[in-house]
DNA sequence: AATCAGCTTGTGCGAGTGACCAAGGCATGC
DNA sequence: GCATGCCTTGGTCACTCGCACAAGCTGATT
């Protein structure tokens, strides 16, 4: 017996995926304000009555799309990190999974605006700030393992490094990763034996 | 004849400030996307038909307002930084200032709205780009001064620090600028002779 | 006094909005 | 057969939206 036949709360469980991530693509695509009940149904491909019926409000549906993404942003640079074996190969894969991202691409978009959407509601914000917090301790763990002094306050530099790049990209053509790396890699000075400034 | 009593011409740009201020405000608190003519015309205490007639759309309105309000602050983020006798002074006062904004105050939301939507419109990136690059440019020509390598990329990574901190502020509550300076000023490091690492 | 240009108002239109709900479908358990 | 949830549809509500426009206002010019 190979898959058991879809029940009905399978297939709601399906529509509620399709509601989420049309949702998260009409955020990048016209901004947070933007987003109407009847897009997003149209999007999905379905009525616009089932928005109300998996989601208390549209906002609502909003939230969930944005912060799930997220997440699973937050999963994937996690593993990378994890992946690596030194902090220098690290620092290598993220700038190379950076050149993903032109600014313009939907992920970028979508973070900003669930930034912006965050920075006027408290508890969305909450909610972001315990997914960054998950990638800013793994992070600044392994910059200590490195030596690289103040590793929390460099994990949060490191991490606000990037979403500032995704904000300039578009206007600043010059921001490719390999412009810029040598210049991050400044941030990751170790601490050794007798070569503070005097 | 001290002041000469204002002519319809001189009340018609006083009108049209109040507009521009009033929408700016409105897309620091609502986002660019939620603001309205009628919102907009309410808070500059003016009927809402004028909005059409000083500007040939909202988004006309909205894109002026943006721009603005971002040259202003370029102009004086520039003098500030021309007033500083050494390259140490301008980070130091680049850094106060950077504490005069919470992430979730007026000009920061203003910022980042102006950024999306110039992200969603080639023509108000171009003009973001104009004035942005002669923020980046003044900048870059101060680091060269004190010998630090890439001058121009370091400046643009700079400027993209700065944004991307306001972003993560509010998320961040240990992004202060006493926290944050010190990892900063790795991003100055000079090149002196002999001081390579091996 | 007549004319004129620039500024302002209020109203109206068609379109789109979020939320709600009665009615029906449909596989499951009895 | 029948009832029980869950899911889905399509329509309606009261409301807001951007924009256009006729009409009126006011001070300067002729």
Known sequence: ???????????????????????????AERGWSAVSTRGVAERAEVGQGLVHYHFASLDALLQQAALGTV?????????????????????????????????????????????????????????????????????????????VPQPQETAAVLLAVVDGLMLHRPASPSLTSAAVGPVLRRLLTTTTPGSETP
């Open 71 to 147: 997440e699973e942003f937050v999963r994937e640079f996690t593993a990378l990190m994890e992946s690596a074996v030194s902090t220098e190969e690290a620092l290598d894969s993220a700038l190379g999974s950076l050149d993903g991202f032109s600014g313009t691409d939907p992920i970028s978009l979508l973070f900003t605006e669930t930034y912006l959407a965050a920075a006027r509601d408290e508890e969305l914000m909450r909610a972001l700030a315990g997914l960054l917090t998950r990638v800013r301790d793994g992070l600044a763990g392994r910059l200590s393992d490195s030596g």
């Open 1 to 27: 017996m190979p898959p058991p036949p879809p029940t009905a709360a399978d297939r709601g469980r399906e529509v509620r995926q399709r509601l989420l991530r049309a949702a998260t693509e009409l955020i």
